[in-house]
């Protein structure tokens, strides 16, 4: 298969050699469509289906966001980072923050009122897990770049203390938050019943995933990201200073864990201390079949993820806690380093 | 081959110096000022003491080969030279100013380029995102970009290709066109010809020749046959110390020399 050369040439006409075609790897992109069609006729109801594969894809979706920032973390830094849990519990406890004071707007029967109150409390936890992050990175991460045992031991006893600090600001208890007026309910297609909160979270999390390809393919700052990733010390040796562009990513990743935080504690209409740490194992189970530094792969590790807990959850409640863990067996049975492992140098 | 297109047309052709493969004139390389020198450069990796006291000099304009046995330290003196293994002692000092402790970003925008011994390319990048990604300064220069594609014309065919698709010679080729996309006063390249078909190596030291009438070049190299072909200047390497220092030619007529310093079977390597 050839394709010819359409990105024009330093000498302004396009090359017209033929070359190979770019050989976009397509099969894991087609294993969330075939977990749907193959979960079809094992579930037998197709409104069940429906309902099912919605709530897999919304579930799926907020990992991605969640787990995405950790991924590019790991890949850009080989940054171990067990506290990225605490960045998502402080955004949900951030969010209870901001929309508490909002109840008239979450209240409210109003799709604005209520909209303008939840990407509020989503601002102000991204905003606030943003700057968590780069005072962790500063003052925790950095003495240990490079020292992995380290990193493991130092950033779970960030999540140790973190969750003690939450106790002593938010208090032991959890705290119901339920969702905005409008945000109730679903929405019914024929048979079937879709939430319209995860419809609404698959919305947010391909926005943000759209947002985070766009940036990491169409700009000079993405391309020094996937560059990083690869070879951290050929990227300096061009003259770039990648430690800022590291700091930037370790933000970035932990305001997105803090967003994160929030859309699930809407999902799950409460918060708790320990939400983020319980999270950290499906978002472990995501970066690594998805392939540590792979934003694309994080994003259909994700999906299968979603798709396969609430599938199996279905079908055989009695394995389901242990269907995510299966799942990564296969995947690293059949890819070793994940769905689209990064070439490291 | 036209020259690099933002030098001066005095540069247009090889200078006389360097007319005939290797340059030949010992006394012409003493005039030089030298771009680069290391003064009792030791660098340690971990536990291991690696550079023992590395003097030598990089004459400016023109090819320096940097040669020796397996382990004599030649990697780890470009490395040392490009800040990635800091110097525990001695001084480096190019083009004018000490750079022993600045870090690689620092001495790469000084004008310094680096093409290492893996060739460092970014396999899952483009050949065109990884030269845009070199371009630091901005735009890739269109009539530089053109003169690579003549050095390499292979680049232009496989514009659009990920990186990690190209062969071992594509990949050197795309490593070496990324370290000069922007106008470098120094470049390192690290064993260029390592693992690569001797067609492709004859193209390399076509580029290489090219290349040494525009930019002062360090070059580590284990195949005599291509050193010989570029070499200006050559210093020898062993133990972690500079043996030997001249003129390439002058190594190059002395089979005993070459047999004492690196070990050469001459009917082998010429």
Known sequence: ?345 | MTPAPDLPASMAAPSPLFSSPGGHDGRLEATRPALLSLSGVQTLIGPYHILHGVDFEVPERGLTMLLGRNGAGKTTTLRTVMGMWKASAGTIHYDGADITRRDTPAIARAGVGYVPESMGIFAGLTVRENLVLAARQGDIDPARLQWIFTLFPALKRFWTLPAGHLSGGQKQMLATARAIIEPKKLLLIDEPTKGLAPAIINNMIDALRELKSSTTMLVVEQNFRFAQALGDTVAVMDSGRIVHTGSMAALADDPHLQQSLLGLDLGAHQ
Request: proline content about 5%.
């Open chain 1, 1 to 345: 298969m050839t394709r010819a050369l359409t990105e024009e040439a330093a000498d302004g006409g396009p090359p017209t050699i033929d070359v190979p075609a770019t050989p976009l790897d397509k099969i894991p992109l087609l294993l969330v469509p075939a977990m749907m069609l193959v979960s079809l006729p094992l579930i037998d109801s197709f409104p069940s289906w429906v309902t099912l594969t919605v709530a897999g894809l919304a579930m799926g979706m907020m990992i991605f966001v969640m787990a995405s920032g950790l991924s590019l973390i790991f890949g850009l830094m080989d940054v171990l980072n067990f506290a990225h849990g605490a960045f998502i519990t402080v955004g949900a406890y951030v969010g209870v923050t901001v929309l508490r004071p909002l109840g008239d707007w979450t209240s409210a029967d109003s799709v604005l009122d209520n909209s303008l109150a939840v990407l509020l409390a989503m601002a102000a936890a991204g905003a606030v897990g943003g700057v968590l992050g780069w005072l962790f990175e500063r003052i925790i991460v950095r003495p240990v770049y490079g020292q992995h045992l380290k990193q493991i031991l130092i950033t779970m006893g960030g999540l140790i203390v973190a969750e003690q600090l939450i106790h002593v600001i938010w208090g032991p208890d959890m705290i119901p938050l339920p969702k905005p007026t409008t945000f109730k309910g679903g929405i019914t297609f024929g048979e079937a019943s879709v939430e319209k909160y995860r419809l609404i979270a698959v919305g947010v999390g391909a926005v943000i995933f759209v947002a985070m390809m766009l940036v990491l393919n169409r700009t000079r700052l993405g391309l020094l990201i996937r560059a990083g990733v690869e070879d951290r010390e050929m990227v300096e040796a061009l003259g770039y200073r990648v430690g800022r562009v590291f700091v930037g990513v370790f933000v970035a990743g932990a305001a997105l864990a803090g967003l994160g935080g929030t859309m699930w504690a809407l999902y799950e209409e409460s918060v708790r201390a320990t939400m983020g740490a319980e999270l950290m194992i499906l978002i472990f189970i995501v970066v690594i079949i998805g392939g540590l530094g792979s934003v694309g792969g994080c994003f259909v590790a994700a999906l299968m993820v979603g798709l396969a807990s609430n599938y199996v959850g279905f079908l055989a409640p009695k394995i389901a806690l242990g269907s995510t863990i299966l799942l990564m067996m296969l995947v690293l049975l059949w890819r070793p380093s994940g769905l689209y492992p990064v070439a490291k140098r």
